[in-house]
């Protein structure tokens, strides 16, 4: 299997600081990171972290919010977030609304605070109102960090991105060719979440080097959810034979956009991530993600889906009893795992694991 070292956050962090650059903490899920990339910012991603804890976080939540924003609240009010000049806090879901309002009617912490509304739904005037909504924290930036990038300077690392989603997308779709485990491939996709773009993408092409033309012999699975937290969860899919052939999780293949039309770089942004692949944050509808499902299934091979779901997490339940049906209508096998991502894996989990995985090689035999 392929290797291939990966920076930590903390080494990412303080090259950046080195080169003269801000930091920004940025909380789940969609934002646009050519925008904060432009004023010459690096974007760190906090998904949690996992086996946070959560204790400190306690006092503000109620018992019923996700891990996800716990942990996220811990680790600021730890301090571990000090280093960073910016936070921002996309509206996903209510519990991050919830985040961001804690942050700036409580805590008023000394970072600058940006807050992302977004919007539901594909259509344009969704387009046009995310574009006013980046316009704004644009200008907020601009304030902050005393200049204003040109449009030129936009597009230029739009484009960046977009090219970066293009050969995310071709590695998704030759991933029974990439000689790496479930674990390691999602290492490197998730390293997007804090590295450069010209790190992450010259990480992407060795691995393009090193696809080969067998194929692994292994059952497919697609993984959806927020995140794969604690990462062992893939050792144990990977131990019975299987593999993650694609996914549909939040920090991963949700975020993969396509290209924008616009030549105005504000809308080609929210253009990107209103019209990127269904999302239950986002409000798609039940047919487009059932549709998305099983697209993902049809490109992959894959024999079944794992619904990979953060405890409290009222987005992602609201999906699960419909789109169970429908699936199981199109002969589409699921299991429902329920997961705390400070807490480690259940040995429930892994027997349930074991036993959908398990079925899924019998019948493909
Ligand atoms: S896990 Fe669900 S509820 Fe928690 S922050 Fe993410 S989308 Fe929101």
């Known amino acids: 299997m392929l290797h291939i070292d990966i920076p930590s956050r903390k080494e990412v962090i303080e090259k950046?600081?080195?080169?003269?650059?801000?930091?920004?903490?940025?909380?789940?899920?969609?934002?646009?990171?050519?925008?904060?990339?432009s004023f010459n910012i690096q974007p760190i991603e906090?998904?949690?972290?996992?086996?946070?804890?959560?204790?400190?976080?306690?006092?503000?939540?109620?018992?019923?919010?996700?891990?996800?924003?716990?942990?996220?609240?811990?680790?600021?009010?730890?301090?571990?977030l000090d280093i960073a000049d910016i936070i921002a806090v996309p509206h996903s879901c209510d519990s991050l609304q919830g985040l961001g309002s804690i942050f700036k009617d409580f805590i008023n912490p000394k970072h600058e605070l940006i807050t992302i509304y977004l919007p539901r739904e594909k259509n344009k005037e969704n387009v046009e109102f995310l574009s006013n909504e980046l316009k704004r924290i644009y200008k907020q930036l601009s304030e902050f960090c005393g200049f204003s990038p040109s449009?030129?300077?936009?597009?230029?690392?739009?484009?960046?991105?977009?090219?970066?989603?293009e050969i995310v997308d071709k590695l998704y779709r030759i991933r029974e060719n990439l000689p790496l485990s479930s674990r390691g491939f999602y290492a490197i996709l998730r390293s997007r979440e804090y590295l450069s773009p010209d790190e992450f993408k010259s990480k992407l092409e060795y691995i393009l080097l090193h696809a080969s033309k067998g194929r692994l012999k292994k059952t497919g699975v697609v993984f959806s959810g927020l995140l794969?937290?604690?990462?062992?969860?893939?050792?144990?899919?990977?131990?019975?034979?299987?593999?993650?052939?694609?996914?549909d999780m939040a920090c991963c293949m949700r975020r993969v956009y396509g290209k924008g039309n616009s030549d105005d770089p504000f809308e080609r942004m929210a253009e990107r991530i209103v019209n990127g692949p269904p999302d239950p944050t986002k409000g798609n509808s039940f047919n487009e993600r059932f549709g998305f499902l099983k697209s993902l299934i049809e490109i992959s091979g894959a024999k079944g889906i794992v619904f990979y779901n953060v405890k409290f997490c009222e987005p992602e339940y609201?999906?699960?009893?419909?789109?169970?049906e429908k699936l199981s209508k199109a002969g589409i096998k699921s299991l429902i795992i329920e997961t705390d991502i400070n807490e480690p894996i259940s040995q429930q989990t892994i027997t349930r694991i074991k036993a959908f995985t398990e079925m899924l090689r019998e019948n493909e035999q």
């Open 46 to 80: 906090v998904w949690g972290p996992p086996k946070t804890d959560t204790k400190k976080a306690n006092a503000h939540l109620q018992s019923y919010i996700c891990s996800v924003v716990q942990s996220g609240l811990a680790f600021y009010l730890e301090k571990q």
């Open 228 to 247: 794969p937290e604690p990462m062992e969860i893939f050792d144990i899919i990977d131990e019975m034979d299987c593999f993650v052939a694609m996914d």
């Open 318 to 324: 609201f999906y699960h009893p419909i789109l169970k």
């Open 16 to 37: 950046a600081k080195s080169e003269g650059k801000k930091i920004a903490a940025i909380y789940p899920i969609h934002y646009p990171r050519e925008l904060f990339r």
């Open 151 to 165: 449009s030129e300077k936009l597009m230029e690392e739009i484009k960046k991105e977009e090219e970066i989603d």
